[in-house]
């Protein structure tokens, strides 16, 4: 199994429970599910293929979630930018990286020299013969998400995780810190970046709710 096919296993089996709250809204993982598939689909449809490196650039939200999701459907590999990060730290970190898209909020987050998908274009309605589009197969062993040191001292390092290490340190989460389906989680991190990742795809690997400040 991906990493994918776990996220599936909470939707289908607590459809209604919630995955996000922030205020008073609530997200539920029927309704991540949905999202989800029809993001994964309009990536599909954009041309995207397994393997594809695709960064997120994105303010802490429900459909960073989603992206999360979608990218395992489509075998993409997760390549977290954190937001605040400057166009230097940025052009730093890509180097060598060859990235195929970042995902952003608006057009005023464009990279220079990167492909930009704005995240409002990827929730348009998708025709009705797009919704059948089959996904990918995709091997537990398959490249999911890229991680990288600070860069502080010199160019930052990269390391590239597999489905079924993420899905192992996901558990490895689960188990040191005692959270399970059903808890409910506050979640101080920004998404964006490394730690915050790790930390939401292990909750929503777990079935937990995330609480956003």
């Known amino acids: 199994m991906n990493i994918a096919d776990y996220f599936s296993k909470n939707a289908l089996e607590h459809p209604d429970f919630p995955v996000l709250e922030l205020d008073n809204l609530s997200f539920s993982y029927g309704q991540l599910r949905d999202l989800s598939e029809m993001t994964a689909r309009r990536l599909i449809l954009l041309g995207y293929q397994p393997g594809d490196i695709i960064g997120l650039r994105l303010v802490n939200c429900a459909q960073y979630c989603a992206l999360i999701w979608a990218l395992a459907l489509c075998g993409c590999i997760v390549f977290p930018v954190r937001s605040s990060a400057t166009r230097s730290e940025m052009k730093k ?8 898209a970042v995902i952003i909020g608006t057009r005023e987050d464009a990279i220079p020299n990167v492909d930009s998908i704005i995240l409002t274009d990827l929730e348009q309605p998708l025709e009705a013969s797009d919704t059948k589009t089959a996904w990918p197969v995709i091997s537990p062993s398959a490249p999911f998400k890229m991680c990288q040191t600070s860069g502080s001292t010199g160019q930052p390092k990269t390391f590239v995780f597999s489905h079924s290490q993420i899905i192992n340190i996901s558990r490895q989460y689960g188990s040191e810190m005692y959270w399970s389906q059903g808890d409910r989680l506050f ?5 964006s970046d490394t730690w915050g990742s790790e930390m939401l795809i292990s909750a929503m690997y777990a079935g937990a709710t995330i609480i956003l400040g």
């Open 93 to 100: 970190a890509f180097t060598g990286i060859p990235l195929k």
């Open 187 to 191: 979640f101080g991190h920004q998404m």
